[in-house]
């Protein structure tokens, strides 16, 4: 195997490692409640401009952006669950299509509105140089990137099966009344989970907004690939996101680089289509 | 009684109205809406009717308007065999994406409508022989009557109009055959109606089949009227982000919904366009997003349903009957 060859497959894992972060949020959401978010990629387009905006106006690089995007977007997570989530989880399935739809439509032109179309990026050098080991050349903004999802991915796993909030979602997604009947609430279970999915999706906006482009309509694309590694990986569960954000992550750069950058993401689309049409259940989910 | 008195009022007024306000743009305005309400009212079919939201229906619309300017652009036909055509590639197309996808929970297939029109666009985008991102152009000088082609947007009007009253009657016709009866029962529980025997996935399927075919009309009608067509304005998927959410303002599964939705929407982004320009092309769309969330939140069966709701709950209490 050339070098180039597992120069590309590295790269692809540490991409990969961000799309199961902001998955695992998705995934979150729609084993616990049974509802889609079509804003999910809509959300990590915030994440990015919240690194941006704290780039261009305070100077500050990812150790400020990150957290402070992670936080926004929790927030947005909260008011989202209250304002609009809880209300269309009861309606028809065409309000709840409908509901998260025109939420994406909402986010992504205001940003639209307010920045323009332009593509934007940070300075490449934002988060340090390229290292070099055993001849790969891997950039610092990556590898910064692909650790922190990876580690963050597994801390979110571990909170959900080894805390006692994990267990008391686990309860609320499995049986509301009964949960209420412990005395767990409801209510705040679910936005706690609309947090920790949208706080997700803020740090893998400002993790890969250190070298992906910035663009308002970035959430469409990246929407998709959650969509793709969701149901790769089996809906509400984030092991499974993360072996099929890993995978994703490396069928595109690979794909990118053997046949052409423009057919990844076709690539990724008619991948998603098989799966949805051989194995909906996904890789490790049963129904 | 009352309902055909206002049935007439509306026609009256739809075959005057390029009559009474002439000028261009109002015109080419009412011309507009009829074509927007006849691709509304084709999404209304699965979408309303079978309860299937589709998201990606604007690769239909592009089946149609590829069709058309392929035509010319190709084979130096009229643009009118983009019709026939159309229909032919946009219902292969819906079997070929339906039969497996109409089996699923109805997330999984709004999932599926999304990829499938967005594959089609890149696709479409890197292809050469469709004209790749810069897409096809119609007649720029017309050769006869049948290409379709005229200054005025006033043949267009009325040719849309004969289409849309076309497709409503198919809409109507379908509601009160044996395939609406099917679809009403799969719509309030499908598990129950194939319990009954109604034969669900292929009821689904022909709906998804019979919307595909009317979308592609109206994609065929648009390429006439505008011309040309490109990966953007024949493949984007906010057309079918227009189309859903003008079906949805005025009501899914209502005849008239999606006409009373077209009515709405495409004035005020015609007027938010020309009073803004450029720049209001985002904020239409920060507009579009906040009406469905709107109408999701609080009244998800559209405008018209607030009527159709007062009318149900005054002849539940005329007809005396506690529920």
């Known amino acids: 195997m050339s070098f180039v060859l597992v120069q590309v497959i590295v790269g692809g894992l540490l991409l990969g490692a961000v799309y199961a972060l902001f998955s695992s949020g998705l995934t979150l959401v729609w084993g616990m409640m049974n509802i889609v978010n079509f804003a999910h990629g809509d959300f990590v387009m915030l994440g990015m401009y919240v690194a941006y905006v704290v780039y261009t106006l305070m100077g500050g ?112 997604a499995e049986d509301q009344t009964a949960a209420q009947l412990m005395g767990i609430r409801p209510d705040t279970m679910q936005a706690i989970a609309w947090a920790i999915a949208a706080g997700a999706t803020g740090l893998a906006g400002a993790l890969i907004a250190n070298f992906f482009y910035i663009v ?38 690979l794909s990118g680089y053997l046949i052409g950058a423009i057919y990844k993401d076709i690539v990724v689309y008619v991948l998603f289509l098989l799966f949805l049409w051989f194995r909906p259940q996904g890789l490790m989910g049963k129904i | 009684m009352r309902r055909w008195i206002w049935l007439s009022v509306v026609a009256a007024f739809a075959i005057a109205y390029p009559l009474l306000l002439s000028s261009p743009f109002q015109q080419r305005l009412g011309a507009l809406v009829l074509l ?9 079919i699965v979408g309303g009717y079978a309860g299937q939201v589709s998201v990606g229906h604007v690769v239909f619309f ?128 499908e598990r129950a109606a194939r319990s009954l025997g109604a034969p669900a996935s292929r009821t689904k399927l022909y709906a998804y089949m019979l919307s595909a075919a009317l979308t592609s009309v109206s994609g065929a009608l648009y390429a006439m009227m505008f011309g040309f067509v490109d990966p953007e304005s024949g493949l984007g998927i906010l057309i079918s982000v227009k189309i859903l959410i003008m079906a949805a303002l005025g009501g899914a599964g209502l005849l008239f919904g999606p006409l009373v939705g077209a009515a709405i929407l495409v004035p005020l982004e015609e007027i938010s366009n020309s009073w803004l320009g450029g720049k209001g092309a985002g904020l239409t769309f920060v507009v579009y997003g906040a009406i469905i969330v709107l109408i999701a939140r609080f009244q998800p069966g559209g405008l018209l349903s607030l009527f159709t709701q007062r009318r149900k709950s005054k002849s539940d209490t005329g007809a005396g009957h506690a529920p």
């Open chain 2, 62 to 189: 592009g089946c149609g308007a590829y069709a058309a300017m392929g035509s010319y652009a190709k084979f130096g036909l009229s643009p009118l065999f983009g019709i026939p055509s159309g229909i032919v590639i946009a219902v292969g197309l819906a079997a070929i994406v339906g039969v497996p996808t109409l089996r699923l929970s109805g997330h999984y297939f709004s999932m599926a409508t999304i990829a499938v029109a967005e594959t089609m666009r890149l696709i479409v985008t890197n292809t050469d022989w469709l004209g790749a991102a810069v897409g096809l152009s119609g007649p720029t000088v017309p050769r006869n009557i049948f290409d379709l082609s005229f200054l005025s947007s006033l043949p267009y009007y009325y040719l849309f109009l004969l289409v849309l009253v076309i497709t409503l009657f198919i809409t109507w016709w379908m509601t009160n055959s044996r395939m609406g009866f099917y679809l009403r029962a799969i719509k309030d529980s």
């Open chain 1, 216 to 253: 308002p309509t970035v959430g469409e694309t990246l929407g998709i690939v959650a969509f793709v590694t969701v149901s790769l990986g089996g809906f509400g569960s984030v092991p499974g996101a993360l072996v099929a954000g890993l995978l994703i992550g490396v069928i595109e750069s």
């Open chain 1, 61 to 172: 690089g990812p150790l400020l952006g990150a957290p402070l995007a992670t936080l926004v977007l929790a927030t947005v997570g909260v008011v989202v669950y209250f304002a609009l989530i809880r209300d269309i989880m009861k309606g028809p399935m065409l309000a709840q299509i409908l509901g998260t739809f025109g939420l994406a439509l909402l986010l992504r032109y205001s940003v639209f509105w307010w920045f323009g179309a332009n593509f934007l990026s940070m300075p490449p050098d934002i988060v340090g140089g390229t290292y070099a080991f055993a001849g790969l050349r891997i950039e610092a903004s990556r590898l910064l990137a692909g650790v922190v999802a990876l580690l963050v991915t597994l801390g979110l796993h571990l909170l959900l099966t080894r805390t006692s909030l994990g267990s008391k979602m686990l309860a609320v």
């Open chain 2, 36 to 44: 927007y309400a006849i691709a509304a009212s084709a999404w209304n």
